[in-house]
């Protein structure tokens, strides 16, 4: 479906304003009516009035039609033929109540300058203008019997500037306005893109292991029902999974969504040019760890890309942990009163210990980094690098340690 474009939508809403207020400034021609209503007995007093009716009309008319200088989205560089036809119709009808009604007549020449400006590009509606100032003047000066017809030049000059800046003021608002609107279409594109992409992962691998695990309880029913049975509640824990994601996804709550949140690090990973080695599913995750795990993805993939400078990030899965482990530079500093928890590891503690899981903080003997979140006690390692803290700007995951390794570590946390 295609969507209207917004600038012509908004100059249709406008021109019959702009019309209106055109209009108003017909009462200037009141003298030359005058003029063809005193001659009324004439041919030429009743041909100049019809001349001037029709001006008047095709002038607001010009305003009505106005100029959506947009089509199909793209901006108008070229000369409009209706618009140089209107002109013309002004210029030819102008030029009538000249000849019939005289000096009065001369009016219409402000009226032509400020359709031109209104409706052709600069380059042309300037020359006419002047050229429309230049004959009046002219006219007026040198025609005999026009008494107090000059001025004219001096008339047509200011309104043709007065217009001209007003209407490139209207031009700029309606362009802020379309800019407006086509960056409000733009979000809703991009969100819509961003939930597709979601969703297929969240819903693709979900739905093919429902379908092959369906499969094998078929034919598991007459040979082991019990194995079918274990099969069946598979299926029925990764459906409800499945539909719990979904809706988190499409309501945009804000609990986390463990398989969308393994597609955004991936993005996210591969944008920082950081190889990625993800697990391909999450169905050995039980239900209630996964928002949490969820949580520290986030939160460990967020400091790989920030501040580890890393080539390779490892993230494992399993029913009971989840490891975010990167080859960066680790934690390295001189100044061990400097290392302290940031708001993102007290926030992912809190969460933890809500779920009786343990925050562990590493750096390998090999290098880099790595967190954990585990609901297992931890076993202390045995050797463990010395205690550094990290360099400015170091990740809030590579600044837990120092603060919180004891003398001598507690199986609680695992010191680096």
């Not at 001037?52 to 000369?79: E, M």
């Not at 402000?110 to 230049?134: D, H, K």
């Not at 274990?230 to 609990?255: C, F, K, M, N, P």
């Not at 599913?281 to 967020?302: I, N, Q, Y």
Request: with cysteine; glycine share 8%.
């Amino acid at each position: 479906m295609s969507v209207p474009d917004p600038v012509i939508q908004y100059d249709t809403r406008f021109n019959w304003y702009a019309a209106l207020g055109a209009g108003v400034w017909l009462v200037f021609l009141a003298p030359a009516v005058q003029a063809g209503w005193n001659a009324r007995d004439t041919m030429a007093g009743w041909l100049g009035l019809c001349a001037l009716g029709a001006f008047c009309v095709l002038y607001v008319w010009s305003f009505i039609w106005g100029r959506p200088y947009r089509q199909d989205g793209v901006l108008w560089r070229t000369v409009q033929p209706r618009a140089v036809l209107i002109v013309a119709g002004l210029l030819a009808l102008g030029a009538i109540v000249v000849l019939t009604l005289h000096q009065d007549g001369l009016a219409t020449a402000v009226y032509v300058a400020v359709a031109g400006i209104t409706l052709l590009p600069r380059r042309w509606s300037l020359p006419l203008a002047a050229l429309l100032a230049i004959g009046g003047e002219t006219l007026a000066r040198t025609t005999p019997g026009w008494q107090g017809a000059d001025g004219v030049a001096l008339s047509v000059l200011l309104a043709g500037f007065a217009v001209w800046g007003l209407w490139t003021a209207m031009r700029r608002s309606r362009d802020l306005v379309a800019a407006k609107e086509e960056n409000a279409l733009l979000m809703i594109d991009q969100e819509r893109a961003r939930m597709a992409r979601d969703l297929h992962d969240i819903l693709g691998h979900s739905l093919t292991v429902i379908a092959v695990k369906a499969e094998l309880a078929d034919r598991l029913v007459d040979v082991s029902p019990e194995r079918a049975r274990a099969e069946i509640a598979d299926i029925q824990r990764l459906s409800r999974d499945a539909l719990a994601d979904v809706r988190q996804t499409v309501e945009g709550v804000r609990e986390l969504s463990l398989p969308a949140e393994l597609a955004r690090a991936r993005a996210a990973l591969r944008a920082a040019e950081i190889e990625a080695d993800l697990p391909g599913s999450t169905d050995d995750v039980p239900s209630d760890l996964r928002e949490l795990f969820a949580w520290t993805l986030r939160e460990g993939v967020t400091n790989v890309v920030r501040h580890s400078a890393a080539s390779r990030c490892t993230v494992t899965l399993t029913a009971d942990r989840i490891t975010i482990a990167d080859d960066g530079r680790g934690m390295r500093a001189a100044d061990a009163s400097a290392v302290r928890d940031g708001h993102g590891l007290s926030g992912l503690r809190e969460r933890a210990a809500a779920e009786g899981a343990q925050v562990v903080v590493e750096s390998p003997p090999a290098g880099g980094f790595r967190l954990s979140v585990v609901t297992a006690p931890v076993a202390v390692a045995s050797r463990q690098p010395p205690v550094t803290p990290p360099t400015a700007g170091r990740s809030d995951a590579a600044s837990v340690g120092a603060r919180n390794a004891p003398a001598t570590p507690a199986p609680a946390e695992t010191p680096r």
